[in-house]
């Protein structure tokens, strides 16, 4: 571990400090529907698109409707990519003459895009023609991103109103993050990217020879309009299957640097939001620092692990540090940064292979998903994860002194706890049971590169990521029938299993009656409160997912100081 290591993550948190309120304060505004600098340019492309589509804007919704308008949409989301997919063999822009793909892993990756995960059992550049990242990923990565926000708004509403039976307008909410969030940051960083290498063209890929005279073929294409919305909507799926640690993709350390502030801003900037539209940015300034805690342990330990090195290695007399799957320009802390942030979010970018991080290091990015991605968390669903552990936190301290627990001035009761609980076990359910399922299957098995605990972790890994939203991998577990449909099932209920009981729970809010503090009021903006809330997120992940963890990274880091290697 060195200063400069160290530097680095502090001058990204830093910056990822200045625009937490800039960019909270705008989606205040917007979400409230208040007038903005953009207000000019898109409010009549806004009330277009109302008349096109028959929305009403001033019609609200109860928190069923807002559910089902959500799910109908990424259904006929899902629908429409797995049908380009299957058909992008006979449609324009497809210089390559790439085939279709094939039925199961269209459905895999259908279900991907349409849940924010972004999960790639295939190779972008040898399976997707330029039509299918367009028109398929690339709009999926700005609706799937947009449709996360407005839920989380939709919640936050439901902890702000009293008395009411409505959280806003789904439509409304869809339209106005895609139009005056994600479109503008977009554009201007796109051409960003552009400037500093990244392809942006829809040219057939270029034949090339190499310094050693062998040929090779370099990858162009729209890159860097889907880069950029790839990290904001912390999608993380790569145009090639390098992802950001291709060369195309993330070409210098500062294109890496703007893509790790891309993958936090929007997380970041939402917990000021929340903490303008209840009127009291303490209690967001609290979520953010609680969510800060956990990133520089998180990322703590990581870099520790990948500095530190492989005793196996040192055993043979070369020092240094894991330099194993990562990129030289980037190397052990930025490796280390990226591969901490990326899973505190439901990002799943990666610019170096988790794969070959050690043990500990590679528990990391595992344990950021288990615990629910809340740590700043993906665009909108790491907001209304953190309010549901919020809403735990708040009825345990009620516990604690024997009192009806309140949150805002809101009693916490039965219901509000069981759509909460509900909510907080979707997780485990998912990651454990799968695995589970897959670690005595010969179909589970088949496609495993890896023995022991480190096959067990990557298909650990597989079933955490895909239900946390994730994407990235353990790429050592290779594709099949199996993982194609287990995993997109667990994609499916990964995102939606979680989001309609936090909305459920945000419907339950919203009907109640506001009440004044009184002296046994619990404070949930003191340092008091983000300790209790750290401790109930590190708890439950920890109680639940230990055992599991145990077989996999935990006794692999022992074994390799018995110099033993899987």
């Avoid at 949930?524 to 439950?540: E, N």
Wanted: aromatic share 12%; proline share 5%; glycine share 10%.
């Amino acid at each position: 571990m060195t200063g400069m290591g160290w530097l680095q993550a502090i001058i990204f948190f830093l910056l990822v400090l200045a625009v937490t309120k800039p960019l909270g304060t705008y989606m205040a505004r917007v979400f409230a529907g208040e007038r903005t600098w953009l207000t000019p340019v898109f409010a009549p492309l806004e009330k277009v698109i109302y008349r096109l589509c028959g929305v009403r804007a001033d019609e609200e919704m109860p928190w069923y409707a807002y559910a089902l308008s959500m799910l109908a949409f990424s259904l006929v989301g899902l629908a429409y990519l797995y049908v380009l997919l299957r058909t992008q063999k006979w449609l324009p822009f497809n210089p390559q003459h790439i085939d279709n793909m094939a039925p199961d892993l269209a459905w895999n990756t259908a279900v991907s895009f349409t849940t924010n995960t972004n999960w790639q059992f295939y190779s972008g550049e040898t399976a997707m023609s330029y039509l299918s990242q367009m028109a398929g990923l690339a709009w999926h990565n700005f609706v799937s991103a947009a449709a996360g926000i407005a839920i989380a708004v939709a919640v936050v509403r439901g902890v702000v109103r009293t008395n009411v039976k409505t959280l806003g307008n789904f439509w409304v909410d869809l339209t106005r993050c895609s139009l005056y969030v994600l479109l503008p940051i977009s554009i201007v960083v796109g051409l960003l990217f552009v400037s500093q290498g990244i392809p942006q063209n829809l040219h057939a890929y270029q034949a090339a020879k190499s310094v050693e005279g062998f040929s090779q073929s370099i990858t162009g294409g729209p890159m860097a309009s889907q880069e950029v919305i790839k990290e904001l909507g912390t999608n993380g799926g790569g145009f090639v299957n390098a992802n950001s640690a291709s060369p195309n993709e993330n070409p210098t350390p500062f294109t890496n640097l703007v893509e790790l502030l891309l993958i936090f801003s929007l997380g970041a900037g939402l917990t000021y939001m929340y903490g303008k539209m209840v009127k009291d940015t303490r209690q967001g300034w609290a979520i953010f620092t609680a969510m800060a805690i956990l990133f520089f342990a998180g990322f703590t330990l990581a870099y520790w692990a990948e500095a530190g090195g492989n005793p196996i290695v040192h055993h043979l007399g070369v020092a240094g540090g894991n330099m194993e799957g990562k990129e030289c320009r980037f190397g052990v802390s930025g490796s280390a940064l990226f591969a901490t942030v990326t899973t505190d979010t439901s990002c799943g970018a990666v610019n170096s292979m988790h794969d070959s991080f050690m043990p500990l290091g590679g528990l990391v990015p595992l344990v950021d998903m288990q615990l629910g991605e809340i740590v700043f968390g993906g665009v909108g669903s790491g907001l209304y994860g953190m309010i549901v552990f919020v809403v735990l936190t708040v009825f345990i301290a009620g516990l604690m002194v024997g009192r009806t627990p309140e949150y805002l001035g809101k009693k916490i009761e039965r219901r509000e706890v069981q759509f909460a609980i509900l909510a907080a076990l979707v997780t485990p359910v998912l990651c454990l049971v799968p695995t589970a399922i897959a670690a005595v299957i010969p179909a589970g098995l088949a496609t495993l590169n890896n023995g022991g605990p480190h096959g067990f972790s990557e298909i650990l890994y597989a079933f955490t990521s895909t239900n946390a939203n994730n994407g990235s991998a353990f790429a050592g577990l290779g594709p099949n029938l199996f993982y194609n449909l287990m995993t997109g099932v667990n994609m499916f209920f990964g995102r939606f299993a979680v989001a309609v009981p936090a909305l459920a729970l945000a419907g339950a809010l919203a009907g109640k009656k506001s009440i004044p503090e009184g002296s046994g009021t619990f404070t949930t903006h003191s340092p008091i409160f983000v300790a209790l809330l750290i401790g109930v997120i590190v708890i439950v992940g920890a109680l639940t997912f230990l055992p599991a963890d145990s077989l996999g990274p935990i006794v692999e880091h022992l074994l390799v100081f018995q110099g033993k290697t899987f």
